[in-house]
């Protein structure tokens, strides 16, 4: 059963919007932000956990983010990006400075 509505609710009915998903409009492609966070989240990875892969793969998704952007989006997150992953990458290598082994060969 329903119930009745109460004279003390105080929801306003003419304030109900209802929910339309997102539409991307023609041209816009999200690949460039994506791989921005990706390339963030790798790096991040690097950094603390010392995964050289992890790293190496920041620099790819940072590369491929700035190949994807468009003139117009900021270049301050793309430049962060980019100082980040090759931040990441030096650090794995000065803590560490053996190369990268491959563990599923050995």
Same mark, same amino acid.
């Given at each position: 059963?329903? *119930?009745?509505?109460?004279?003390?609710?105080?929801?306003?009915?003419? $304030? %109900?919007? $209802?929910y339309? *998903?997102?539409? *991307?409009?023609?041209?816009?492609?999200?690949?460039?932000?994506? @791989?921005?966070?990706?390339a963030?989240?790798? &790096?991040?990875?690097?950094?603390? @956990? $010392?995964?050289?892969? =992890?790293?190496? =793969? =920041?620099?790819?998704?940072?590369?491929?983010?700035?190949?994807?952007?468009? &003139?117009s989006?900021?270049?301050?997150?793309?430049?962060?990006?980019?100082?980040?992953? %090759?931040?990441?990458?030096?650090?794995?290598?000065?803590?560490?400075?053996?190369?990268? =082994?491959?563990?599923?060969?050995?």
């Amino acid at each position: 059963m329903v *119930p009745a509505p109460s004279c003390n609710d105080l929801r306003r009915r003419d $304030r %109900i919007v $209802r929910y339309k *998903p997102y539409v *991307p409009k023609e041209g816009e492609d999200p690949m460039a932000e994506y @791989m921005n966070l990706l390339a963030m989240l790798f &790096s991040m990875c690097g950094l603390m @956990m $010392r995964f050289k892969w =992890a790293a190496w =793969a =920041a620099v790819y998704c940072a590369f491929i983010g700035f190949s994807n952007s468009r &003139s117009s989006e900021d270049t301050k997150q793309i430049f962060s990006s980019f100082m980040l992953s %090759i931040s990441s990458v030096v650090m794995s290598y000065l803590q560490s400075p053996t190369p990268m =082994a491959i563990s599923y060969f050995s």
